[in-house]
C-alpha cells in the first residue's frame, strides 16, 4: 500500500466494509500494542476531544492582544487584564 506524500492511505474496501467504516461518518483512531505494533480502530463515541478552536470560542474580547488570543488558540492558559 501506498502513502501519499500528504500522509494518506486508502483503506481497502472489504477493510472498510468489514469494519463498518463510513466515509465522513465514522472516526478512527491509531493504536500501539506493548510491542510495538499499531493498529487502526474505530473511535469509540464520546472519546472525540473537542477542537482547541471550538473550545476557544466565544471566549475572546476585542481588547485582546495577539499573543493573548494565540494562547487561547492553542490552548495555553493567559492571565486576565
Do not use: C, N
Request: charged share 30%.
Amino acid at each position: 500500500m501506498r502513502v501519499t506524500s500528504k500522509g494518506q492511505v486508502t483503506i481497502p474496501r472489504k477493510v472498510r466494509e468489514s469494519m463498518g467504516i463510513q466515509p465522513a461518518e465514522t472516526e478512527i483512531e491509531f493504536l500501539q500494542d506493548e510491542s510495538g505494533r499499531w493498529y487502526i480502530a474505530k473511535a469509540q463515541p464520546g472519546r472525540k476531544q473537542a477542537s482547541r478552536f471550538r473550545t476557544a470560542h466565544g471566549k475572546a474580547r476585542t481588547t485582546m492582544s495577539t499573543d493573548e488570543i494565540m494562547a487561547l488558540t492553542r490552548g495555553e492558559s493567559w492571565p486576565s487584564s
